[in-house]
């Protein structure tokens, strides 16, 4: 039964597990991602697909990794269609593997009111690093998540987010020195 395998997350229910979890799979999707929205619509999805294949939960993981996967690949999964759907509207054959992923400055400024400058250009400069670097920076320092969890979400070794740590925040370093520069 499904229950039995979510014991261990909480003996009465599984509405629990997603309430508890609803706002860190959208804040990472949002890290992701880049765009309210398209976060908000992937956040349902992503308990769609959970909701599907609970009974493929092996408990190999916490419920919560398990889910952060699937987070994670519904986010990937979505940078690839938007890359593609750019790649064929502007009619290349293959898009560019360093471009932007993110539009974040095309979003309704409205949303943005509350937030101040400067963490609207670091949320832009974190959309602009490669998919690599901005996963592990969103997991790891953004939702505050252990190297060892952000591993077992992304299904690499400890050492490999590690290292992308390392590049992801020396880019996002240099990214912020330039466009502060740029601003001034």
Known sequence: MVEEKFSKLDPNSVDS?????????YSMLYGIVGH??????????????ALRAINSFRGDSSPETWLYRIAVNTGRDAIGRRQRERAFESGEAFPDDNSSNIELSKCDPANYVVE?????????????????????ITLVDIEDMKIEEAAAILGIPEGTVKSRLVRGR?????????RMRVER
Do not use: G, H, P, Y
């Not at 020396?170 to 330039?178: G, H, I, P, S, V």
């Open 116 to 136: 101040s400058e400067e963490i609207l250009l670091i949320r832009e400069a974190v959309a602009d690093l490669k998919n690599d670097w901005k996963e592990v």
């Open 36 to 49: 309210k929205e398209d976060a908000e619509d992937l956040t349902q999805e992503v308990f769609v697909k």
């Open 17 to 25: 597990f997603v309430r508890r979890t609803i706002d860190r799979v």
């Open 170 to 178: 020396e880019q996002l370093r240099n990214m912020l020195k330039q």
